[in-house]
């Protein structure tokens, strides 16, 4: 018992611990303006505009809106903070100017996959998220939306 004891105190000095600043990961924000984002490149109907924003920005793109107060909670801010960074290595809609028209076919075409399976978003998001739950009606128009522009961009395209 005593051991135990040793060890839960422990384990509350380690969590306290980590709650200092030094730890937390940087947020996911910039003041910059979205110059590469991908409205700047296609014109994207503006529902969908909105549909990506509520349901795909905070991890898809360089502004996180909705960071939740947990967030700033150890080692939760990690685990935020890991699925923002491998997000923004697959998709990152504030970037994808830069893409070369291959990538950017590839993503589309990710896109109307990613729907479709019903994988994203993430369902521990949607979980706690209640904006970034999307209608069938919208998962479907994004899904239509995101087919059509791979084959735009594959037909605007002679780089394959
Ligand atoms: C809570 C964070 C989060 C949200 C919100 C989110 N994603 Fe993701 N997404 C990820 C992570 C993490 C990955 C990379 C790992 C993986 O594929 O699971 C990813 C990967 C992807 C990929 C690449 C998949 C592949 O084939 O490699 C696509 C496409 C994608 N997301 C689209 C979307 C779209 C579209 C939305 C909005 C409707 C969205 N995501 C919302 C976290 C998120």
Do not use: G
């Not at 018992?1 to 384990?11: E, G, N, T």
């Not at 549909?51 to 991890?59: E, F, I, K, R």
């Amino acid at each position: 018992m005593k051991k135990f004891k040793k060890i839960l105190i422990a384990l509350v000095i380690l969590f306290l611990i980590l709650q200092i600043p030094f730890f937390q990961p940087t947020k996911n924000f910039t003041e910059a303006e979205p110059v590469n984002d991908i409205t700047t490149v296609y014109d994207v109907p503006k529902d969908i505009q909105n549909n990506l924003h509520s349901a795909c920005y905070d991890c898809h793109s360089n502004y996180t809106k909705d960071y939740p107060w947990y967030s700033n909670i150890q080692p939760v801010s990690w685990w935020l903070d890991k699925h923002i960074v491998e997000a923004k290595k697959e998709l990152n809609f504030s970037e994808f100017a830069n893409y070369s028209a291959k990538r950017k076919a590839k993503k589309f075409k990710e896109i109307a996959e990613e729907m479709e399976e019903k994988t994203m978003p993430l369902p521990s998001y949607t979980l706690m998220h209640k904006h970034a739950r999307l209608s069938d009606a919208a998962i479907k128009d994004m899904i239509d939306w995101a087919r059509k522009m791979y084959v735009q961009v594959k037909a605007d395209s002679t780089a394959f």
